[in-house]
């Protein structure tokens, strides 16, 4: 007897599940894609797939009429009873008839402008019309690679967890969520995620959501990486082309005007195809559109295709988007990537206004088990069917996953990389436990990312152990780290341990205990890295690095804790003892000589810059993003910070228990930074930070305030709103009060692009102010204009910037040269 009713039960589901569904083709039988298809009078609706095949639920049987809509074929309604269930409702659809001779065309008045014009007076009115609603949201991707290598940069890639095949083809993301979702312009949003489905992972939690869905062109620009210019902003006829192809008639009898958008320059942030705009309303029909990777400065990806349609509803006169698609293609080293994501929205509900409280900073939430979802729920609330192609792939990967997540297929894997070579005692082991989620590692006597020089140690390396756990279920993590370093001109062996745990993903707390002898740069922040000190000192005898040796024990902690206020604090106890300079050794050999260690006296090492001494060091600071939005997963809190509001940083350091009561000091700074897109004009970014030190006048040099100066000509961090470019790394630290000031600006192309012959080149203008107050002197101030993207096709890795410094009157200039990646 159960049996019989868990039978009748799923055929029930089943007719519940078909509702309508059929497919669409043209009058040749060629299947049509993205067709949408929608109930008439309303907003429930839905869209075809690759196969042109759709699915349409019903709440209630009934008599309605289904249209049937896509961009060059006429609009269709087919009415009909539907009492039983499934119900076949094909479509066959005919290219739209032309009328544009019908237009009346005055040689001297191009009538796509006048259609423009009206549009654009018209946006305020109609994005009035759909600013606050609640609705379905149904999201999909699928994402592809194509001639995957092996190996890339010797580096093993492997099958990328089964996804891959052995030619390097495969589908590597594959994912889809449902959603409840409410919007209120501008850009408030709260989004209930109902199911969420990822191919190969039935415990992960996809990251489609309907936040970045937001493409509007009632707006001026629509941002894609850069803010892209709509056709229709209030600006548009200084960046577009239109001309009118084609007017007809959809199936309600609203007569479209199918206007083609051509770029005025190439390398603008525009778009280039289709929009179609609605006759009296003036208000978006569709957009068909593609977008070159190089236009949105994103030269890995060549094209994307961008369509949305929107759905009428003859009875609230409102126009809203039900449909929105990209396809996209990209590539890099000769690897191919393709993929496409398709959005639905349906059953809107226009609103007059929301409670007070509907809307806050958590933005997205899921539904308990939501990626539990039996395969009955999807059938019946998956508006898009799947194609073969998903379908099978869905299959593959959740069969992968289940195998290669058990422990005895993990064990074998395990058997295999754990085996011991004599070798590996020089290039480094791993021993693991897949299954468990901890690891052993050993770095090796050979390992090169620790492998530099500088002239207290001269040539040093360094090996270590580690261990690691990660607890998926509670989602936490601890590593547990011991390295050795030897330095062969100061014949020096120093080692260091330390302990870390993660508590959660939700709030970030962690703790973290250090310990051991180490050789550290005065400036805390680390300015010159070890690559550049080691060619700087190698090849042009400039050992920039300066250097002091501690004996330390520290233990820290942190945690958010509220919403947009992260706190975390330290303790330590620092012995610290000088070091002087043990080699004289370059490649290239110069009559130049080394400069001292001492950064107050580079011209001779017979005195130190401090004396040996200890102290005990308090800091406790607070991070606070204002107005931080995020989404509440349930495997973590993922933060988003808008950037509409500064962000401030607060810190006190206490020095305390020194050897030496002269040493002993209190620290306060306070750092305000904040980034503004200009529009389509560019981005400028600020940074502002001010300090006082208190009972400080003879502390160590160790404990003065140190900016971020630069005498390499060289940038790898990219840390220009944080840095100086010319400015010597001591010669302005200070135990008194400062303020720092750095304001950057990038034109994103908004000059350049202008600029006939350097338009051809893509690059993006660059300019910069940079200042250091002090008490008892004047400013330093330093000013720089620059080019970034320089390069050539997908690779634009090089930075160039002309920099002029000023201390009451002009200092120097010089060229510094950043990569980016």
């Known amino acids: 007897m159960k049996k019989k009713l868990t039978l009748l039960f799923l055929l029930i589901s089943i007719c519940v599940v078909a509702q309508i569904k059929g497919r669409i083709t043209d009058k040749n039988g060629k299947p049509l894609a993205y067709v949408s298809v929608s109930i008439e009078k309303t907003y429930i609706g839905t869209s075809t797939n690759e196969n042109g095949e759709y699915e349409l639920n019903l709440k209630k049987s009934g008599k309605y009429t289904v249209v049937a809509q896509v961009l060059g074929y006429k609009s269709k309604r087919q009415s009909e009873d539907f009492y039983t269930f499934p119900h076949t409702l094909n479509f066959v659809l005919e290219d739209e008839d032309h009328q544009i001779e019908e237009v009346v065309v005055n040689n001297m008045e191009n009538p796509a402008i006048a259609i423009i014009k009206k549009a654009i007076a018209s946006r305020k009115k109609n994005v009035a019309k759909t600013d606050k609603f609640e609705a379905d949201f149904y999201s999909r991707g699928i994402f592809r690679v194509k001639d995957l290598p092996k190996k890339i940069m010797g580096i093993e890639i492997g099958d990328l967890d089964g996804n891959v095949d052995s030619t390097g083809n495969g589908i590597i993301y594959q994912s889809e969520t449902v959603s409840k979702i409410k919007f209120e312009a501008p850009n408030n949003l709260k989004e209930e995620i109902i199911a969420s489905k990822i191919a190969g992972d039935d415990n992960g939690f996809s990251f489609n959501t309907a936040m970045n869905t937001n493409y509007n062109f009632y707006e001026n620009t629509v941002d894609f990486n850069v803010p892209m210019i709509s056709p229709i902003a209030s600006n548009a006829f200084n960046y577009y082309k239109y001309k009118l192809e084609d007017t007809f008639y959809d199936s309600y009898g609203n007569f479209i005007n199918k206007i083609k958008v051509t770029p005025k320059r190439d390398r603008e942030p525009v778009f280039e195809g289709y929009i179609y705009i609605v006759e009296d309303a003036w208000s978006i029909y569709a957009v068909d559109f593609d977008i070159k990777g190089y236009r949105a400065q994103q030269e890995i990806l060549e094209t994307m295709k961008l369509v949305q349609n929107y759905n009428f509803n003859p009875e609230t006169k409102i126009w809203a988007k039900n449909l929105q698609s990209f396809d996209f293609k990209a590539g890099f080293f000769g690897i191919k990537f393709n993929g496409k994501f398709t959005h639905v929205f349906s059953n809107y509900v226009f609103k007059e206004a929301f409670e007070k409280k509907t809307f806050s900073n958590e933005i997205v939430t899921f539904a308990e088990k939501a990626n539990k979802k039996e395969e009955a729920y999807w059938l019946e609330n998956r508006p898009v069917p799947l194609t073969e192609e998903e379908n099978s792939n869905y299959v593959k990967k959740d069969s992968v996953f289940k195998v290669r997540s058990s422990k005895v297929y993990l064990d074998s894997i395990d058997l295999k990389s754990n085996k011991f070579k004599l070798t590996k005692l020089i290039t480094g082991y791993t021993y693991k436990n897949s299954f468990k989620k901890w690891n052993f590692n050993y770095q090796g006597l050979l390992n090169l990312t620790s492998f530099n020089f500088n002239t207290v140690q001269g040539y040093h390396l360094g090996t270590g152990f580690s261990y690691s756990k990660y607890n998926e279920e509670k989602q936490k993590s601890t590593r547990i780290e011991a390295n050795l370093e030897y330095g062969f001109s100061d014949e020096r062996v120093r080692p260091t341990a330390s302990f870390y745990h993660k508590f959660n993903n939700t709030n970030d707390a962690y703790i973290r205990i250090l310990g051991g002898n180490a050789v550290?740069?005065?400036?805390?922040?680390?300015?010159?890295?070890?690559?550049?000190?080691?060619?700087?000192?190698?090849?042009?005898?400039?050992?920039?690095?300066?250097?002091?040796?501690?004996?330390?024990?520290?233990?820290?902690?942190?945690?958010?804790?509220?919403?947009?206020?992260?706190?975390?604090?330290?303790?330590?106890?620092?012995?610290?003892?000088?070091?002087?300079?043990?080699?004289?050794?370059?490649?290239?050999?110069?009559?130049?000589?080394?400069?001292?260690?001492?950064?107050?006296?580079?011209?001779?090492?017979?005195?130190?810059?401090?004396?040996?001494?200890?102290?005990?060091?308090?800091?406790?600071?607070?991070?606070?993003?204002?107005?931080?939005?995020?989404?509440?997963?349930?495997?973590?809190?993922?933060?988003?910070?808008?950037?509409?509001?500064?962000?401030?940083?607060?810190?006190?350091?206490?020095?305390?228990?020194?050897?030496?009561?002269?040493?002993?000091?209190?620290?306060?700074?306070?750092?305000?930074?904040?980034?503004?897109?200009?529009?389509?004009?560019?981005?400028?970014?600020?940074?502002?930070?001010?300090?006082?030190?208190?009972?400080?006048?003879?502390?160590?040099?160790?404990?003065?305030?140190?900016?971020?100066?630069?005498?390499?000509?060289?940038?790898?961090?990219?840390?220009?709103?944080?840095?100086?470019?010319?400015?010597?790394?001591?010669?302005?630290?200070?135990?008194?009060?400062?303020?720092?000031?750095?304001?950057?600006?990038?034109?994103?192309?908004?000059?350049?692009?202008?600029?006939?012959?350097?338009?051809?080149?893509?690059?993006?203008?660059?300019?910069?102010?940079?200042?250091?107050?002090?008490?008892?002197?004047?400013?330093?101030?330093?000013f720089t204009v620059g080019l970034d993207r320089i390069g050539f096709g997908k690779y634009r890795l090089l930075r160039v910037d002309y920099v002029r410094s000023y201390q009451g009157g002009f200092v120097g200039d010089g060229i510094m040269i950043g990569l980016r990646f």
């Open 520 to 782: 550290s740069q005065f400036n805390r922040n680390e300015p010159i890295s070890g690559i550049v000190n080691s060619v700087s000192s190698l090849f042009f005898r400039n050992n920039f690095m300066k250097l002091f040796e501690k004996e330390f024990v520290e233990i820290a902690g942190g945690r958010e804790v509220v919403n947009g206020v992260f706190m975390n604090g330290k303790l330590a106890f620092e012995n610290r003892k000088p070091l002087y300079n043990t080699t004289d050794f370059s490649i290239i050999k110069s009559d130049d000589l080394y400069s001292s260690n001492n950064p107050l006296n580079p011209t001779s090492d017979a005195i130190a810059a401090i004396s040996e001494h200890h102290i005990m060091k308090f800091n406790l600071g607070a991070r606070f993003v204002f107005g931080q939005k995020y989404i509440s997963r349930p495997d973590g809190k993922l933060n988003i910070n808008e950037g509409k509001f500064p962000m401030l940083t607060i810190n006190y350091e206490k020095g305390f228990a020194a050897s030496e009561k002269n040493y002993n000091y209190d620290f306060l700074e306070a750092r305000v930074s904040y980034s503004k897109q200009l529009g389509n004009m560019g981005q400028i970014s600020g940074n502002v930070k001010g300090g006082k030190f208190f009972g400080a006048d003879q502390i160590s040099f160790v404990d003065f305030k140190h900016f971020n100066g630069n005498q390499t000509h060289v940038n790898l961090n990219g840390n220009y709103s944080s840095s100086f470019n010319l400015l010597p790394y001591y010669t302005h630290s200070t135990n008194d009060q400062f303020i720092e000031t750095h304001v950057v600006y990038n034109d994103n192309g908004y000059f350049m692009n202008k600029l006939p012959l350097f338009n051809k080149l893509g690059l993006n203008l660059l300019g910069g102010f940079h200042q250091i107050n002090l008490p008892d002197s004047k400013p330093y101030q330093e």
